[in-house]
């Protein structure tokens, strides 16, 4: 046994899904993953610059024996995600993680600060959403995640189970499912209305614990991550007008997310080092869930 850290965050040569990869928290991960030589199957939509970043992942992987291939995919359908899964299947006799992370989130087009609106603006406001925008939001913030896990538990479970050094993969940290949520799912104190949003990544917070009691007899692990402000095309951190920009600097850590925050988190979830954490999900927020539950 080696407690060093290089052997307990070990990726090298492992296989993921990344959905959503190629741009945001998704194109962290898949940086983090590939730099450390993992093989990464970036899926992302067809408007999505698939092709440019593929090849700047593999750029970026090339001395540490990592590498990426591109994958369009709209994960909002399910017959979509089963043939994504098949093409994976053709390549693959196992998947060590599929990182679920693609996401969307609709606000009502006729904005309010909800925390100062009067009660006409703020009923004006949301009712302003359309019904299409909610289905949409949790057809792609939830059910995705149920749906590709489900059509890539076999995968998942041939890496849990493979043998490795006198034990089996799951011993390692294989097969494992990390979905992305927010940390919008545990508290309401924003300007801006997320309840949509919001509701659908408090669903994928409870779908965590769902999954990973259903799969634990083969353990194919399923994890979670709560990302605070981390810049995004949702968030554009920085640039001039962001909704969100006057509460920065209210997080305790004084800074929004970056890649060594999230690529952290990740590479502790599916290496070796994260192998016995399996049906919780782990905040990642700089704190902005204790000073917005009043725990400053």
């Known amino acids: 046994m080696s407690l060093r850290a290089l052997g307990l965050f070990e990726v090298k040569g492992r296989v993921a899904v990344v959905t959503g990869g190629s741009s945001g928290i998704g194109l ?18 067809s408007s999505d610059p698939i092709e440019e970043v593929v090849h700047e ?43 679920s992370n693609a996401g969307v989130r609709h606000d009502p087009p006729l904005a309010c600060n909800v925390l100062t609106a009067s009660l006409e603006e703020l009923q004006t406001s949301m009712w302003s959403i359309g019904s299409k ?26 890496a ?15 097969g494992v499912v990390v979905m992305t949520s927010s940390c919008a799912s545990m508290h309401n104190a924003t300007n801006v209305d997320l309840t949509s949003y919001a509701s659908s990544k408090a669903a994928t917070d409870h779908l965590v614990k769902l999954l990973a009691a259903k799969y634990n ?3 194919v692990r399923v994890v979670g991550i709560n990302p ?23 997080v305790p850590a004084k800074r929004a997310g970056n890649s060594e ?24 927020d700089g704190g902005r869930v204790l000073l917005a539950n009043g725990q400053e």
């Open 28 to 45: 962290m991960i898949s940086k983090g993953l590939v730099s450390n030589g993992a093989k990464v199957y970036l899926v992302a939509l």
């Open 57 to 99: 992942l593999n750029e970026l992987g090339r001395e540490a024996g990592g590498s990426a291939e591109g994958y369009e995919c709209d994960i909002s359908s399910k017959d979509a995600i089963w043939q994504l899964a098949q093409k994976v299947f053709e390549k693959e006799p196992k998947l060590d993680m599929l990182i």
């Open 133 to 158: 925008e909610w289905e949409n939001t949790f057809r792609v913030n939830t059910t995705a995640h149920y749906f590709l896990s489900v059509a890539f538990l076999p995968l998942l479970a041939a």
């Open 160 to 174: 849990a189970y493979q043998p490795i050094n006198g034990g089996k993969g799951r011993d390692e940290g294989r």
């Open 217 to 219: 007899r083969f353990y």
């Open 228 to 250: 605070g402000f981390v810049p995004s095309n949702m968030n554009p951190v920085g640039a001039e007008g962001n909704i969100f920009g006057s509460l920065f600097e209210k």
């Open 261 to 284: 925050d999230i690529a952290g988190t990740v590479l502790y979830l599916v290496s070796r080092a994260g192998a016995y954490v399996d049906g919780i999900s782990l905040c990642v």
